[in-house]
């Protein structure tokens, strides 16, 4: 696997090479596919590693390339303050109930955006302390950025529940 | 008789004690509040008058930002950038757009990117008005917001002598903008920005050593640096902790690194500081805007889009008379560029912190995936973190300063 110049693929090579299944830097921005079942360990490294340094976890999101297997691609964007680097790091998760393994014992910005990611495209997030849905209410049936959901599809609208 | 008065004391007694001190109130305020520039609920779990337990519930106004995105063409989301942060559409539009940019691998001109720059930080000063000018309405205080008011009135004509509206304005498309600025603008806007600085000074004057609005923003709010790097807090929040973070710094796009400007930071990060740092960008903001007007006027008129034939329109003489540039007009018009297949993410500094946009394209007229890194939804996540065991009162400065805005929160 390449590096592509970019020393934070660099040390995460070389620190875990077999957790990384694939590596990109295509427009400038450096890319990793994790194994899904080790992303925890992934983002630790990434946070405790003085190379690294990666104190941000600035945004986790989904893409959803219905009829691929696995289905769901988790996409987690780092950001070092220190090194004034960005990483992205990706976890193909797929299933019937796709899950994957919460950050937010590490990164206390992943609660919401976890919470988003799992009422908008249905990944579940084990170790969530409440993963609850953020943008919609609970009463509201599927996920709305699934790729088969259709956008016409109404639904009910019901009132706030405390 | 003596005795069982004395019981009934000692219960009376019980209870007293149980009904202060014991038992924790829970309060519900909004979705719409009066003192909440912005619809969101607060579930406050209350120990007498503070805080002890904080829920805060947005979406009320989710609408599918990225739904709608991909059911369009690249062209037709730009609109939706601009009813993301409605106090500064155009830096949605021009982070959008850089975003599409990017994936395309296209340059733009020069005088486009100055253009860009001006109107951004026009948006910025209008934004930081309205941020400041209602956290002191929502202390009671009508004048200051009036100033604040007047002054935005004044940044918002002059992006409708650039593009045409006030509030949702558009002027940013992907390869350019809409057009150039009118002969008259370079007058209209130092004209403007005089007055503007009057209208802070008097600002200044009203509030920034005023007894009670120092008293209740100094201290109240607070965040630490680590804990704002935690929560991936970023713009003028994480900047009042004391970390000179700013997009514009750090990886300079358009050509902010060319222009002379200062970060402002603060030192313990409450919102006192958060409000310091506010005013002191907008005199930044300022700067900037005189530096882009003395670089166009030094540039002169000329095209201000891409001659990129993917994004842009073949001259209408041609269009009227050739067979090709018909077809290319008609394929322009219908479904805009085909976006090479890839992924990326671009950050650009919003007024609120950081705001990105993560595009995944498969290489057809419709973005496959536009996902938006909203500032203002990831900076409220700590708000129940800067406010526990704080009174309650204290949850409307801090809120106002946190300047969440709905429609980007919420998408």
Known sequence: MEDHGSPALARLLEALPDAVQ??????????????????????RLLRDDPKLDFQMLSDVTCVDYLGETPRFEVVYHFYSVEHNQRLR?????????????????????????????????????????????????EAF???PLRKDYPKERRQPLVGPRN | MAEARDRSEEVLAEDFERDLHVERQILNMGPSHPATHGTVKFLIELDGENI?????QVGYL????????ESGTWYQAIPYTDRLNYNSAILANIGYCLAVEKLLELETPERCQWLRVLAGELSRIGDHLTRCGAACLELQAMTPFLYGIEARELTWDLLESLCGARVTSNYVRIGGVKHGMPDAFPELCRGAMARIRALLRDFDDVVTSNRIFVDRLKGTGLISQEDCLRYAVTGPILRSAGVPLDVRKAEPYLV???????????EVGDNYD???????????????????????EKLGPGPVDTLDPRVRWPAKGRVFN?????????????????????????????????????????????????RCRPPSFINLAPMSLMLRGAFLADLIPTFDLINMIGGECDR
């Open chain 1, 22 to 43: 694939e590596t990109h830097a295509r427009l400038g921005d450096a890319t990793a596919r994790v194994d899904p079942t080790r992303i925890v360990e992934v983002a």
């Open chain 1, 89 to 137: 790091i990706k976890a193909r998760v797929g299933g019937e109930q796709p899950e994957i393994a919460s950050l937010t014992s590490l990164y206390a910005s992943a609660n919401w955006m976890e919470r988003e990611v799992w009422d908008l495209y249905g990944v579940r997030f084990t170790d969530h302390p409440d993963l609850r849905r953020i943008l919609l209410y």
């Open chain 1, 141 to 143: 049936e599927g996920h």
């Open chain 2, 52 to 56: 002890a337990a904080l829920d805060i």
């Open chain 2, 62 to 69: 989710h609408r599918g930002f990225e739904k709608e995105c």
């Open chain 2, 256 to 266: 902010y690194d060319e222009i002379d400007f200062d970060v402002p930071i603060g």
């Open chain 2, 274 to 296: 958060r409000y310091l740092v506010c005013v002191e960008e907008m005199q930044q903001s300022l700067r900037i805007v005189e530096q882009c007007l003395a670089q166009l």
């Open chain 2, 322 to 370: 050739r067979m090709e540039e018909l077809i290319q007009q008609f394929k322009s018009v219908t479904e805009g560029p085909r976006v090479p297949a890839g992924e990326g993410y671009l950050a650009i500094e919003s007024a609120n912190g950081e705001l990105g946009f993560y595009l995944v394209s498969d290489g057809s007229a419709v973005p496959y995936k536009v």
